[in-house]
């Protein structure tokens, strides 16, 4: 299984971008997918995720500015990213929790993650 990233780059304060991923490789069935973001010297923390009820979870952070959504049928999920600040910047990484094959359980996988600038 690979989780593939795409759209990061380079944005001034305010603007907006959009982030693809897409998983490929032997899949049975996607539980949760969705982002996560790492800062130079903080921890990984969550951005947006679809729970396995397609329920979503936000960061207050970006509560209003960003939205996930999904094309289940291409196992792809987006992260719409709309009034981009400066504390933005961060490397976004894709997650799914995965399950290869019939009653075998959901395996957590990453992809290589995509950098994000905001400029002031």
């Known amino acids: 299984v690979q989780l593939v990233e795409s759209g990061g780059g380079l944005v001034q304060s305010g603007g907006s971008l959009r982030l693809s991923c897409t998983a490929s490789?032997?899949?049975?069935?996607?539980?949760?997918m969705g982002w996560y973001r790492q800062a130079p010297g903080k921890q990984r923390e969550l951005v947006a995720t679809?729970?396995?009820?397609?329920?979503?979870n936000y960061a207050d952070s970006v509560k209003g500015r960003f939205t996930i959504s999904r094309d289940n049928a291409e196992n792809t999920v987006h992260l719409h990213m709309n009034s981009l600040k400066p504390e933005d910047t961060a490397v976004y990484y894709c997650?799914?929790?995965?399950?290869?094959?019939?009653?075998?359980?959901?395996?957590?996988?990453w992809g290589k993650g995509t950098l994000v600038t905001v400029s002031s």
């Open positions: 997650n799914a929790d995965i399950v290869d094959r019939i009653s075998r359980p959901a395996v957590a996988y």
């Open positions: 490789g032997r899949i049975f069935s996607i539980n949760g």
């Open positions: 679809f729970t396995r009820g397609g329920s979503t």
